[in-house]
């Protein structure tokens, strides 16, 4: 029952001064503010701060960035990247959020949500 409540609750910071090569994977959501080259897994939210980056994939429930990000992100939600962020490479999500100033250079993938994929069965053409 609280698993829902622990994906919302940042308990993992990466510091500015942190940096981080490997694999990282958990359960709650992380803000980077320091730079990770390697895979983040994550169950909640990832934060990339202003001064962060990050590469080369992310794999999380929504991204929100403010730094960098050089790779790949899929989300099973959704994907902002703020006005002074920047996305190079592809992203697979339900939705993407491009702030005025924002940089996405690649790819995107929009999945369809269960309410689209019944609108599209329901419509018939008319013979």
Known sequence: MSKKKDEKVIQ???GTETVIEGKITLPTSLRVDGRIIGEIECSGDVYIGKDAYVEPKIKAKNVVIAGE???DIETTEKIQIESKGKLTGSATSRGIIIDDG???NGNSVILDTD????????EKVAD
């Open 12 to 14: 993992t910071i990466i």
């Open 69 to 71: 990000v050089n790779g």
């Open 115 to 122: 309410e689209k994929g019944k609108k599209k069965k329901a």
């Open 102 to 104: 924002g940089i996405f």
